[in-house]
């Protein structure tokens, strides 16, 4: 993509473009601290957000405190939910976090969950770019994220068939490096330690690749969605 002409989108704007969410049964695998499942019902989608790390499941519930019920623990690879019973599952930039050597079974389990003709809506971020450059110092995900596009590959032996592929430029500001590093340890608090390590080089990559922009500093970032359906 070109970025002197590729507009930033925000992910939730790119996910309604795809999947129709007025009604719709719609579940969010690995949604942190829940800003999307909150995009989505503003949207009109009914919306569970499963997360299997306790503080940010904790702070969606608490920045949702009128559908805190909404937010349940599971993983991927054993979604806590029956047979058939939704329109649409989304994985925004988690599938690359399901362990390897489950994300075969997170697929099957994306089938399983839902209806016949029923979604599945994955993002991933491109492994480069500026975000990339500076989280790369504390946790490189170059290898976790060939590992996602390589199993969904094989989401057609899941019983799921390819609709779409596509990709779009999305941009994130933040203030400070201090914001930064607590959006990254909350996808992973494993990276906390490296953090410790990395503080000093960290602060001084966040100032070199973004771009001074109201409200702080911008980050670009190239994306991959994939649109699989379950057939009718």
């Known amino acids: 993509m070109d970025q ?16 129709a969410l007025a009604g719709a049964r719609v579940v969010d695998v690995g949604c942190g601290s829940g800003a999307l499942c909150r995009a989505l019902r503003s949207r009109g989608a009914e919306v569970t957000g499963v997360e ?3 503080e940010p499941l904790q702070a969606a519930r608490l920045a949702d405190p009128d559908h805190a019920d909404a937010y349940v623990e599971g993983v991927g690879q054993a979604l806590p939910l029956g047979d058939g019973e939704l329109d649409a599952v989304v994985y925004s930039y988690a599938l690359h976090h399901v362990p390897v050597e489950y994300l075969d079974a997170a697929l099957v389990e994306v089938a399983r969950v839902l209806r016949p003709g029923g979604l599945l809506y994955v ?14 110092l504390i946790d490189d995900e170059t290898e976790v994220r060939a590992q996602a596009q390589q199993a969904l590959r094989r989401a057609g032996a899941a019983g799921l068939e390819l609709v779409t ?14 914001s930064m590093q607590t959006r990254v340890v909350g996808a992973d608090a494993r990276r ?7 503080r000093d080089e960290f602060a001084e990559r966040f100032l070199a690749q973004g771009r001074p922009a109201a409200g702080g500093y911008a980050f670009s970032q190239d994306n991959l969605v994939e649109l699989w359906r379950k057939p009718a």
């Open 4 to 19: 002197r002409t590729e507009q930033p989108r925000t992910h939730d704007e790119v996910l309604a473009a795809h999947v």
């Open 52 to 54: 299997c790390g306790a």
């Open 123 to 136: 993002v991933e971020p491109v492994a480069a770019g500026p975000a990339f450059e500076v989280v790369r």
């Open 165 to 178: 592929r596509t990709a779009y430029r999305s941009e994130m500001v933040h203030p400070d490096p201090a």
């Open 192 to 198: 906390a330690a490296a953090f410790e390590r990395h």
